[in-house]
């Protein structure tokens, strides 16, 4: 039987990193949110409902950056190299936030409302930079004989830019519909409240983004828009704005799990908008992900091991979310 | 800045973030171990002191098991960010390797991590065990891929060069390559080493200030114990450790003993104090045993051991940064050993919790493990250049294409993020230990059943 072993690879990528947005999205989305939450005890209610958790979801970025590496190393090397900047950022930011989550507690008194700013602000700095992050590969890299060529700012566009914000948006949607799901009483509506919000600014930034792409890109334009292309392809912005409606609908109608659900949805879709855009390119404009694969000696040693591991890895992640299922009260957990 | 180009800067702020990095994972993996042995004693023995110590220590583990997840992240990134050079020509075998470290160990850490910080009264006691036991493996199978790259690195086999890049062969030889065996054994019994010497400070403190509940005497104990196991254990794997550099690095061993010449053919001394110089190419106010080199490195009285003008000059490592790193990594070792050695000579005559002076001496020897991972670090890294890649790559031709203010502003962003947060994160430990491990407080971590769990 013979598969491409590159064709693997970029899926399990694909995959990662789609774990990834949904499980660091809704906890960077709550430190987001948290600006807006004035009640101390609140703010605690929030950060309780995924600090058991948020060390695993982060865990995929880092599986989503070593894959890369492993499977695509000159992919790794070029869009690493040309986005050092935003990545760096993005590196600092996550180091606050990371460490938040311990020191809100941990530090002295006159030291935790720092570690609280630094919660929200790196959550929301995390945020902005990838999908700074997001755009600059879509807008693609100048290259030249596999080496980067391009500018260190060239990721300073409107684009990318408008991304970053879109990006906020998103993570914004599935934290408050993370929240809808662990949280009861006030806090529950207000963030029934905030869904509404955050849907908006998401779809907004979906309609712009959509429009965008195909406007300034028109290899992209040509992928969509051809035909027979078009036929195939129109289920997905159909399906995600039915998906969009049903999320307004569930809020009216007070659902607790289905906002969520929908918001992975919409997620997943406009990712795999995101994939159709730019396949087979892993660096867009011109390096497809035949040119930039490791050996078929690394990429397959690398699947056994993946293979095996990954079901493992997310049975015991369900596993860990189960034993935490329910609901966080408030008040319970207090330092 | 400081007159330092590109290159510099990069490699500074590899060695920089680097260096705070391992710190984090030695304590992590010894107090991982240590929490499970912990809870282990505490399910067969019921005795309430293991379950204070594992409340206590589960505590500052959680703080500093945030720090290494966060710093850790930042050297996955930077082979991409400052040495894509690197990742383009080795990319087919390091990124392997540390995709398997990712989906091994640190899924596994994490995946239990929060069950074994939140999950007490989540969970059934049983299970609990577990996932503070996976947690610890998960630590232990991290070590075994990070090693295997690193020392990859240093004695490169099962690959072949085409198209001016790594392409693996045999991914046994890769992983097993020969100075794997004994960098693995080195750094993990490092690792165990500093954690019980932190432990046994934090101990001695407690002591000193009049505390000698049962619970801070059996801490100090258990850490003591682990110290005359494997400190003298440490000097064997480090010997060792040193014959197979001798064997396949000798440019290294050069370095590290600041020996120069050969051309009198003879045995080589022990230089134990000097300042090695490079432009002069000789080592200044050498204080030597004679004879001594070849005996430790040779085992003979005749035979001399690599000397460093037998290599080209631009093929010579950083010969007064290694010759004094490895000293003062001995020098801890020894201080070590001796500290295990007299506290069983205490222990006999019944009064180790109440000397004084060996308290005292504990208290200081709380680093001295740390200190020593980042000089033993120090000197395998530094006498491995100008390799990046031993024979192989040169560090020179692995370096990203950044511009020196572009580096310079990276290294202090660096600089100053790093020494504040990691700063205040050590400073809420030691505040935390000062606690002790009697005082109970219910913190952030007890997250008690809520409705609708069954």
Same mark, same amino acid.
């Given at each position: 039987?013979?598969?491409?072993?590159?064709?693997?690879?970029?899926?399990?990528?694909?995959?990662?990193?789609?774990?990834?947005?949904?499980?660091?999205?809704?906890?960077?989305?709550?430190?987001?949110?948290?600006?807006?939450?004035?009640?101390?005890?609140?703010?605690?209610?929030?950060?309780?409902?995924?600090?058991?958790?948020?060390?695993?979801?982060?865990?995929?970025?880092?599986?989503?950056?070593?894959?890369?590496?492993?499977?695509?190393?000159?992919?790794?090397?070029?869009?690493?190299?040309?986005?050092?900047?935003?990545?760096?950022?993005?590196?600092?930011?996550?180091?606050?936030?990371?460490?938040?989550?311990?020191?809100?507690?941990?530090?002295?008194?006159?030291?935790?409302?720092?570690?609280?700013?630094?919660?929200?602000?790196?959550?929301?700095?995390?945020?902005?930079?990838?999908?700074?992050?997001?755009?600059?590969?879509?807008?693609?890299?100048?290259?030249?004989?596999?080496?980067?060529?391009?500018?260190?700012?060239?990721?300073?566009?409107?684009?990318?830019?408008?991304?970053?914000?879109?990006?906020?948006?998103?993570?914004?949607?599935?934290?408050?519909?993370?929240?809808?799901?662990?949280?009861?009483?006030?806090?529950?509506?207000?963030?029934?409240?905030?869904?509404?919000?955050?849907?908006?600014?998401?779809?907004?930034?979906?309609?712009?983004?959509?429009?965008?792409?195909?406007?300034?890109?028109?290899?992209?334009?040509?992928?969509?828009?051809?035909?027979?292309?078009?036929?195939?392809?129109?289920?997905?912005?159909?399906?995600?704005?039915?998906?969009?409606?049903?999320?307004?609908?569930?809020?009216?109608?007070?659902?607790?799990?289905?906002?969520?659900?929908?918001?992975?949805?919409?997620?997943?879709?406009?990712?795999?908008?995101?994939?159709?855009?730019?396949?087979?390119?892993?660096?867009?404009?011109?390096?497809?992900?035949?040119?930039?694969?490791?050996?078929?000696?690394?990429?397959?040693?690398?699947?056994?091991?993946?293979?095996?591991?990954?079901?493992?890895?997310?049975?015991?992640?369900?596993?860990?979310?189960?034993?935490?299922?329910?609901?966080?009260?408030?008040?319970?957990?207090?330092? | 800045?400081?007159?330092?180009?590109?290159?510099?800067?990069?490699?500074?702020?590899?060695?920089?973030?680097?260096?705070?990095?391992?710190?984090?994972?030695?304590?992590?993996?010894?107090?991982?171990?240590?929490?499970?042995?912990?809870?282990?004693?505490?399910?067969?023995?019921?005795?309430?002191?293991?379950?204070?110590?594992?409340?206590?220590?589960?505590?500052?583990?959680?703080?500093?098991?945030?720090?290494?997840?966060?710093?850790?992240?930042?050297?996955?990134?930077?082979?991409?960010?400052?040495?894509?050079?690197?990742?383009?020509?080795?990319?087919?075998?390091?990124?392997?390797?540390?995709?398997?470290?990712?989906?091994?160990?640190?899924?596994?850490?994490?995946?239990?991590?929060?069950?074994?910080?939140?999950?007490?009264?989540?969970?059934?006691?049983?299970?609990?065990?577990?996932?503070?036991?996976?947690?610890?493996?998960?630590?232990?199978?991290?070590?075994?891929?990070?090693?295997?790259?690193?020392?990859?690195?240093?004695?490169?086999?099962?690959?072949?060069?085409?198209?001016?890049?790594?392409?693996?062969?045999?991914?046994?030889?890769?992983?097993?390559?020969?100075?794997?065996?004994?960098?693995?054994?080195?750094?993990?019994?490092?690792?165990?080493?500093?954690?019980?010497?932190?432990?046994?400070?934090?101990?001695?403190?407690?002591?000193?200030?009049?505390?000698?509940?049962?619970?801070?005497?059996?801490?100090?104990?258990?850490?003591?114990?682990?110290?005359?196991?494997?400190?003298?254990?440490?000097?064997?794997?480090?010997?060792?450790?040193?014959?197979?550099? !001798?064997?396949?690095? /000798?440019?290294?061993?050069? #370095? +590290?003993?600041?020996? %120069?010449?050969?051309?009198?053919?003879?045995?080589? =001394?022990?230089?134990?104090?000097?300042?090695?110089?490079?432009?002069?190419?000789?080592?200044?106010?050498?204080?030597?045993?004679?004879?001594?080199?070849?005996?430790?490195?040779?085992?003979?009285?005749?035979?001399?051991?690599?000397?460093?003008?037998?290599?080209?000059?631009?093929?010579?490592?950083?010969?007064?940064?290694?010759?004094?790193?490895?000293?003062?990594?001995?020098?801890?070792?020894?201080?070590?050993?001796?500290?295990?050695?007299?506290?069983?000579?205490?222990?006999?005559?019944?009064?180790?919790?109440?000397?004084?002076?060996?308290?005292?001496?504990? !208290?200081?020897?709380? /680093?001295?493990?740390?200190? #020593? +991972?980042?000089?033993? %670090?120090?000197?395998?890294?530094?006498?491995?250049? =100008?390799?990046?890649?031993?024979?192989?790559?040169?560090?020179?031709?692995?370096?990203?294409?950044?511009?020196?203010?572009?580096?310079?502003?990276?290294?202090?962003?660096?600089?100053?993020?790093?020494?504040?947060?990691?700063?205040?994160?050590?400073?809420?430990?030691?505040?935390?230990?000062?606690?002790?491990?009697?005082?109970?407080?219910?913190?952030?971590?007890?997250?008690?059943?809520?409705?609708?769990?069954?």
């Amino acid at each position: 039987m013979h598969f491409d072993l590159s064709v693997i690879w970029f899926a399990i990528i694909v995959f990662a990193t789609l774990m990834y947005i949904i499980m660091d999205g809704f906890d960077l989305g709550i430190g987001i949110l948290m600006p807006f939450v004035k009640n101390e005890q609140q703010k605690d209610v929030m950060v309780n409902s995924v600090a058991p958790v948020w060390d695993g979801n982060e865990t995929w970025i880092v599986l989503g950056g070593a894959s890369l590496f492993g499977a695509f190393p000159l992919a790794y090397a070029i869009i690493i190299e040309a986005l050092t900047i935003p990545l760096t950022l993005m590196l600092i930011a996550l180091i606050f936030r990371g460490v938040a989550f311990e020191f809100r507690f941990k530090a002295l008194e006159n030291h935790l409302k720092f570690w609280d700013r630094s919660f929200m602000a790196g959550s929301i700095l995390t945020t902005f930079f990838q999908g700074i992050v997001v755009g600059a590969v879509i807008q693609g890299f100048d290259v030249e004989q596999r080496v980067f060529v391009g500018g260190q700012l060239d990721w300073m566009a409107p684009f990318p830019i408008f991304c970053g914000f879109g990006l906020l948006a998103t993570y914004a949607l599935l934290g408050s519909t993370w929240l809808i799901m662990k949280t009861e009483g006030e806090l529950q509506k207000r963030m029934f409240g905030f869904t509404n919000t955050t849907l908006m600014a998401m779809i907004s930034a979906l309609v712009i983004v959509s429009v965008w792409t195909p406007l300034a890109y028109p290899s992209i334009a040509q992928r969509w828009f051809s035909v027979p292309n078009l036929y195939y392809l129109i289920p997905v912005p159909v399906l995600t704005g039915l998906v969009c409606l049903k999320i307004a609908d569930s809020v009216r109608k007070r659902k607790e799990r289905s906002p969520f659900m929908m918001a992975l949805i919409i997620v997943i879709l406009g990712f795999a908008g995101l994939g159709i855009s730019i396949w087979p390119n892993i660096v867009p404009p011109g390096i497809s992900i035949w040119d930039a694969a490791s050996p078929a000696s690394s990429q397959s040693f690398m699947l056994v091991g993946a293979m095996i591991i990954i079901p493992v890895i997310l049975a015991y992640t369900f596993w860990s979310y189960y034993v935490f299922a329910g609901k966080v009260k408030e008040g319970e957990a207090y330092h | 800045m400081f007159g330092l180009d590109a290159f510099m800067l990069a490699r500074l702020q590899f060695a920089f973030t680097v260096s705070f990095h391992i710190i984090f994972p030695a304590i992590t993996i010894g107090l991982a171990t240590y929490l499970a042995v912990l809870e282990g004693l505490w399910l067969k023995t019921r005795d309430p002191d293991y379950q204070k110590l594992y409340h206590f220590w589960s505590k500052i583990f959680a703080v500093n098991f945030g720090m290494g997840v966060v710093s850790g992240l930042v050297m996955a990134y930077q082979f991409g960010t400052n040495w894509s050079g690197f990742s383009d020509f080795a990319g087919s075998i390091t990124g392997p390797l540390l995709t398997y470290e990712v989906l091994t160990a640190f899924f596994l850490e994490a995946g239990f991590l929060g069950v074994m910080l939140f999950g007490w009264h989540r969970v059934g006691e049983k299970l609990h065990f577990f996932a503070t036991s996976m947690v610890a493996l998960g630590t232990i199978i991290s070590t075994f891929w990070i090693l295997a790259s690193n020392s990859w690195m240093q004695t490169p086999q099962g690959h072949e060069i085409i198209d001016g890049r790594a392409v693996p062969v045999d991914w046994f030889a890769i992983v097993f390559n020969p100075s794997f065996p004994y960098r693995l054994a080195h750094m993990s019994v490092a690792a165990f080493v500093s954690s019980a010497l932190f432990v046994a400070a934090a101990a001695a403190w407690h002591l000193l200030k009049g505390n000698r509940s049962s619970a801070v005497k059996k801490m100090f104990s258990m850490s003591l114990s682990v110290l005359v196991l494997l400190a003298p254990l440490q000097a064997v794997i480090g010997d060792l450790h040193g014959l197979n550099t !001798l064997e396949h690095q /000798p440019a290294k061993i050069a #370095a +590290i003993e600041g020996h %120069w010449d050969n051309s009198d053919g003879e045995a080589t =001394p022990l230089i134990l104090f000097g300042m090695p110089n490079m432009a002069a190419e000789r080592t200044d106010y050498a204080i030597e045993i004679p004879l001594l080199g070849s005996l430790i490195l040779r085992h003979s009285l005749t035979d001399p051991i690599p000397a460093l003008k037998e290599f080209p000059v631009d093929e010579r490592p950083n010969s007064p940064i290694v010759f004094w790193s490895f000293r003062i990594m001995v020098g801890l070792g020894l201080l070590m050993i001796f500290q295990g050695l007299y506290s069983m000579w205490l222990r006999k005559k019944h009064t180790l919790y109440t000397s004084n002076g060996f308290l005292k001496f504990s !208290l200081m020897m709380g /680093p001295s493990g740390l200190v #020593a +991972i980042l000089a033993g %670090w120090f000197t395998t890294e530094v006498g491995r250049q =100008p390799w990046v890649v031993y024979g192989v790559q040169k560090t020179r031709d692995a370096v990203s294409s950044h511009g020196d203010l572009q580096m310079s502003i990276s290294l202090l962003c660096f600089l100053v993020v790093y020494s504040m947060v990691f700063g205040f994160g050590y400073y809420y430990m030691i505040h935390q230990i000062k606690k002790g491990p009697d005082v109970i407080e219910h913190d952030e971590h007890d997250m008690a059943t809520v409705s609708g769990r069954i």
